[in-house]
């Protein structure tokens, strides 16, 4: 059964940083993996998906890494924002199942 | 619409009692999923439609959950003889391939909290 963990649980960093979350997955046969934002209260917005093929994906500040083999992916955030503050979910879809696998997420507070 | 749309967004209902939560997912999109999160928890997989019918039902915690979407767009998750330990936020997604082999967009979400 495919499992997803991510680290840190929770990270607080001050405007402007550099940062780096974590993610990694027991079952190394996906199909895709997708990074995730969740504000509170709110439903969840995709951020950017790795085909397994991939190696990595960009979009904007954000860099989405995959190394399938380890089982790990990174979602680098630079130059942070406040307004980058949420909770930050990994997914990822197995070559068997039909649905997503989540982390528990990392809850990011980037502090003015 | 221009996204996937849950109503309501919340839900507040007496232990014992029959709730339905409504998804409208993207038009043209084949693939619709249920979520079902807890709080400090990522979402776990209740159930997936490929059209009309349940690809995939295997994450529904027992009997009392039902989902339909009779005509492969709106889809209704019914619970009965709620508990409180169905209170949860429950995320309805869509993707326009069957699978999440494409991007899936999920909703807001409808709070419900069983007291």
């Known amino acids: 059964k495919q499992e997803v963990t991510q680290i840190p649980a929770a990270l607080s960093v001050p405007e402007g940083e550099n940062l780096v979350l974590n993610c990694s997955f027991t079952?190394?046969?996906?199909?895709?993996l997708q990074w995730f934002r969740q504000d509170p209260g709110k439903g969840l917005t995709s951020l950017l998906l790795?085909?397994?093929?991939?190696r990595e994906q960009t979009s904007g500040r954000l860099n989405a890494s995959l190394d399938k083999s380890s089982g790990r992916s990174t979602l680098y955030i630079a130059a942070s924002q406040p307004g980058d503050s949420a909770t930050y979910l990994c997914?990822?879809?197995?070559?068997?199942?039909?649905?997503?696998?989540f982390g528990p997420g990392t809850r990011l507070s980037v502090l003015p | 619409g221009a996204g996937v749309s849950q109503t309501p967004s919340n839900k507040v209902t007496e232990k014992g009692k029959y709730v339905e939560l409504r998804c409208d997912p993207i038009s043209g999109h084949t693939a619709l999923y249920w979520y079902r999160q807890s709080l400090g928890q990522g979402p776990e997989f209740l159930i997936y439609?490929?059209?009309?019918?349940?690809?995939?039902d295997s994450g529904l915690p027992n009997d009392r959950f039902f989902a339909v979407r009779p005509e492969g767009s709106v889809s209704t998750l019914k619970i009965q003889r709620t508990e409180r330990g169905d209170s949860a936020v429950y995320l309805c997604a869509s993707s326009l391939e069957g699978t999440f082999r494409t991007e899936a967009f999920f909703g807001q979400g409808t709070r419900l909290t069983v007291v």
């Open positions: 790795i085909q397994s093929s991939q």
């Open positions: 997914a990822v879809l197995d070559n068997y199942g039909q649905n997503f696998v």
């Open positions: 439609f490929q059209g009309t019918g349940a690809a995939d």
């Open positions: 079952d190394s046969a996906i199909y895709n």
